[in-house]
């Protein structure tokens, strides 16, 4: 029905930047929020950022000032520029969309398949 599909993690030095992005395809008629998660090992999941899809954004605490989400709705995708990462930032980056379906009718969150992103000191 709708699939999305991270790109962009990997390892980078502290200081380092690197941009996510995840792309939502199929039966898809609209997408209101879109965001990014993300979860270190032995934690919980918590939110990094979310656009709506009148480019409002939210950020959390711990990334305001480093991190911008942004997103093409032509291209049914969303961004996570991420600067000055800390080894604090390494976890597996999720995206999730909010969903409007062509078949069958409906609204529905998603949730992409995750991507890594390990930061060294």
């Known amino acids: 029905q709708v699939q999305l599909v991270e790109s962009g993690g990997g390892l980078v030095q502290a200081g380092g930047s690197l941009r996510l992005s995840c792309a939502a395809s199929?039966?898809?008629?609209?997408?209101?929020?879109m965001g990014w998660h993300r979860q270190a090992p032995g934690k919980r999941r918590e939110l990094v950022a979310t656009?709506?899809?009148?480019?409002?954004?939210n950020y959390a605490d711990s990334v305001k000032g480093r991190f911008t989400i942004s997103r093409d709705n032509a291209k049914n995708t969303v961004y996570l520029q991420m600067n000055s990462l800390q080894p604090e930032d390494t976890a597996v980056y999720y995206c999730?969309?909010?969903?409007?379906?062509?078949?069958?009718?409906?609204?529905?969150?998603?949730w992409g398949q995750g991507t890594q992103v390990t930061v060294s000191s």
């Open positions: 999730n969309a909010l969903v409007v379906r062509t078949r069958p009718r409906g609204e529905q969150a998603y």
């Open positions: 199929g039966s898809i008629f609209s997408i209101n929020a």
């Open positions: 656009i709506t899809q009148g480019g409002s954004t």
